[in-house]
């Protein structure tokens, strides 16, 4: 077996005792939230015998760690639960809603990279310049303006205005890839731009901090033209820490995207999240939690295993 | 209350003698604007041009449904939606009268039985011809404790339903039940036992309704397609319907102006004004349906003192909480029931308030006349009914009273209001078809639902009284002294009821509020 993929099944086994501990974090969170799931179900129609009732249905009634065992045992064997709400399998609940997250989390990764990795190129390649000021204003305006705003404007200013996008809802890729786009578009764009001002600054740091050493100074004196330098020789050295950051926003976007799908009403692992969180919806809550952990898990390891894809000197480290 | 959500159904003017307008006078301006309050008829009032067949209504409503099981009536956003896929024995008017449904015809045999005929022409979604075993079915689930259906306890004088023919059923009662009807016209979904063994109802809602229920995309949309068997001729008019629930009234707003729906529950009540003055979306008419009350905790003190509780209402500003919370999408009352129902009895014992000096000395005699500290239970998703508690906060303030404003998500006020950790709470109520149904569940003694905790014989007495009545006639003619009973006594105020409205395209017709807040599209056309 090749050191890359010892590399990865060692940090997948790490992964292991990270989800059980995450598994015991979120179980005992959910429990400190105060709010009995079995009242908050039920609403106003919630009588004591009703409660016990539901209570008892889902082992409420148990004591923590055998309710906590018993889930546990359930997720071993592949079994997330029932919903709380629908009686549902949670399983299947998180199949139905993760294409949503996960395309509207590559289109805005997507997005992040194409505006802010540019951005970052430009300020960084004319210090203090023009280009640099006006990406230092666009950064600093991105990372202010919250997601629920932008994505309101961006309805009213691209939909309402220009009837350019639909405002919202979703169309599965399946049923027709191009009304799919256009109904991603805007919530990709949302989620992307704050992102990118964000990625933007910081590719900035690194194409100042590459652009500064000797085998850059060499190229130019040897006569190669700025692009030339700035595409061949200063990116590829600056692109350890953008994908980095890249990395950690695909992460942060498979759980954070809550806002844009309340906004954009999309079908989405984040709605379905915070839905839950309200309810007291434990099950649904924690293994939701999970899967984005675990997820976020398996995005930090391809994005380990792509530092030796750019760098080789990773590689034989 | 209920699990309705209040969201805030516009109107311009608070209906108030000092605002200049009358109750009175804003029916009639209603009227006036095309409004046809007073309309007996069908829903064709606000119709324009002869209905047409065809189109797809896309409606967003304000929550997203939970369970399509009529037995559970979960969330109002669920009943929303199957009360288009199933049908009830009897309806509600524009007007609040009662109207057929699959029941075409009813008689009260004696204080007991009541007789009921049933169309002989309707047909399950699964191709089950509608008879009387359904209806017999469907009572048997709902009244048999095992089922544990939460429905059951509104029916608890109901004894049993048998069937007299194959289109004829009777329903036999163990004391006389005044509000019977209004009951059936509420929550009493007719099943087939077939379907419900078929398919898991909470999911797949097959009944005899306007539309059959398609898909349902958890967290996006639910598609209901014309019922081609329908057993009202040329009903209905649409071909689909696609109901999603936005979270944000502006998305909702802007949705429906780019024309991503077509039919939309509320707007941000702000915007009212400058959406009366376009064409585009017009408006429905707006009807005073959803009663919202401050809960005063009677189950300990200081509210167990009915001086207390009286001096709560004296200091009320009804009228100003309008003005500054609603935008005046809410009009003052001090009933549950205000015109245009057919319950409107226009008592308040209150009128002429605030009246401050009175609400002091009401205090002094139940010895707080030093001030009083009280909590002011809120859900924080509800911020019309936060803002209410902050203007109340400024009313009491008037008479030293210290009100803290304590807003708690969903799964703490649920706790804190069953378990009566409050001293007043802001709440609304969305069954008010007849009185009854507010009165009994939130002021009986017996009732699960008595927040309040409110218990006095004299009190389940006069409920039951009116509970127990057959006759209409008698029961509107003791009303008015119910209202003014529990206006004196009661743990509940009522300060407004909010104007319930929706707001379409141009071309979409004859939906209309009703007194059962049901969205019922079976007789809605686009043009």
């Known amino acids: ?317 | 209350m209920s699990d309705h959500d209040p969201h805030n159904v516009p109107f311009a003017d608070p209906i108030d003698g000092r605002s200049g307008l009358t109750r009175r006078a804003w029916l009639a301006r209603a009227a006036g604007a095309g409004v046809g309050l007073a309309g007996h008829g069908p829903l064709t009032a606000f119709a324009q041009g002869a209905p047409r067949r065809g189109g797809t209504l896309r409606v967003a409503t304000v929550d997203k449904p939970v369970n399509m099981d009529p037995g559970y009536a979960q969330l109002y956003s669920s009943l929303q939606i199957y009360q288009n896929v199933y049908n009830k024995l009897a309806y509600v008017d524009e007007a609040g009268q009662f109207i057929p449904g699959l029941a075409r015809s009813w008689k009260q045999e004696n204080e007991k039985t009541w007789l009921f005929d049933l169309v002989d022409n309707a047909v399950f979604h699964n191709g089950e011809p509608f008879t009387a075993q359904d209806v017999v079915f469907t009572f048997t689930r709902l009244l048999d404790a095992k089922n544990k259906l939460p429905m059951r306890i509104f029916f608890s004088p109901v004894e049993g339903v048998e069937a007299v023919g194959s289109h004829q059923v009777r329903f036999h009662l163990a004391r006389p039940f005044g509000p019977l009807l209004a009951m059936l016209t509420q929550a009493t979904e007719i099943v087939n036992e077939k379907a419900l063994k078929e398919k898991d109802p909470k999911l797949f809602p097959i009944g005899t309704g306007p539309y059959r229920f398609v898909e349902w995309v958890k967290d996006d949309h639910v598609t209901l397609e014309r019922w081609d068997k329908y057993f009202r001729p040329g009903r209905p008019y649409l071909d689909r319907i696609i109901f999603s629930a936005p979270a944000d009234d502006t998305v909702r707003l802007t949705g429906l102006q780019t024309g991503r729906f077509n039919w939309i529950q509320t707007v941000p009540p702000q915007r009212i004004l400058e959406l009366e003055r376009g064409r585009d979306p017009k408006a429905s008419p707006g009807r005073p349906y959803l009663p919202f009350f401050l809960m005063l905790n009677a189950s300990k003190p200081p509210f167990n003192d009915r001086r207390l509780r009286q001096a709560i209402a004296w200091t009320l500003d009804r009228a100003e909480i309008v003005k500054l919370v609603y935008f005046g999408s809410h009009v003052p009352t001090a009933e549950p029931t205000p015109e245009p129902s057919p319950w409107a009895t226009g008592v308040n014992v209150h009128k002429g308030g605030p009246d401050l000096a009175r609400a002091r000395q009401l205090l002094s005699d139940a010895g707080a006349g030093g001030g009083l500290t009280l909590t002011y239970l809120v859900k924080s998703q509800v911020p019309v009914l936060v803002k209410t508690g902050e203007i109340l906060r400024e009313q009491l303030k008037k008479v030293g009273i210290t009100l803290e404003v304590q807003p708690l998500e969903s799964g703490q006020y649920f706790e804190a209001l069953v378990g009566k950790k409050f001293d007043i709470a802001g709440a609304w109520w969305s069954v008010t078809v007849d009185p009854d149904m507010f009165y009994s569940p939130l002021q009986h003694s017996a009732s699960p639902w008595n927040f309040s905790g409110f218990k006095s014989e004299e009190a389940d007495k006069r409920i039951d009284a009116f509970r127990f009545t057959p006759s209409p006639v008698t029961r509107k003619k003791m009303y008015p002294d119910l209202v003014r009973w529990f206006q004196e006594e009661g743990s509940l105020i009522v300060f407004s009821n909010e104007i319930q409205r929706y707001w379409m395209k141009p071309n979409v017709h004859g939906s209309v509020p009703l007194s059962s807040l049901e969205l019922r599209f079976e007789d809605s056309w686009i043009a």
Do not use: C
């Open chain 1, 1 to 317: 077996m090749s050191s890359p993929w010892i590399y990865a099944a060692r940090r997948l086994l790490l992964a292991v005792p990270l989800l059980l501990g995450m598994s015991i974090l979120v179980f005992g969170l959910m429990r400190l939230v105060p709010g009995d799931p079995a009242v908050v179900i039920l609403g106003y129609k919630a009588t004591p015998d009703g409660v016990r009732a539901l209570r008892e249905a889902w082992h409420l009634d148990e004591p923590l760690p055998h309710q906590y065992l018993r889930w546990l045992a359930g997720l071993l064997r592949g079994d997330f639960g029932l919903d709380f709400r629908q009686n549902e399998p949670i399983g299947r609940m998180i199949l139905d809603r993760l294409p949503v997250t996960l395309e509207l989390t590559l289109l805005a990764a997507a997005g992040t990279a194409l505006i802010g990795i540019p951005l970052g190129l430009l300020g960084g390649a004319q210090r203090r310049g023009f280009a640099d000021r006006a990406t230092f204003a666009i950064g600093l305006v991105g990372v202010s303006i919250p997601d629920f705003w932008l994505g309101i404007m961006l309805i009213l200013g691209l939909s309402l205005g220009a009837g350019l996008l639909p405002s919202g809802g979703f169309v599965p890729i399946a049923e027709s890839p191009l009304e799919n786009l256009q109904h991603l578009v805007l919530p990709a764009l949302t989620l992307a731009l704050s992102r990118a001002a964000v990625l933007g600054r910081l590719s900035r740091a690194a194409v100042l901090d590459v652009a500064q050493r000797g085998f850059v100074q060499f190229a130019r004196a040897k006569g190669l033209a700025e692009h030339a330098v700035l595409f061949r020789h200063v990116l590829p050295n600056a692109a350890i820490p953008i994908v980095t950051v890249l990395g950690l926003q695909v992460g942060y976007m498979l759980g954070g995207a809550i806002v844009v799908e309340m906004i954009f009403t999309l079908p989405g692992v984040g709605r379905m999240t915070l839905d839950a969180v309200l309810e007291r919806n434990y099950p649904v809550v924690q293994s939701t939690v999970l899967v984005i952990g675990a997820m976020f898990m398996l995005v930090n390891l391809a994005t380990d295993i792509l530092y030796g894809v750019i760098d080789p000197r990773v590689r034989r480290r």
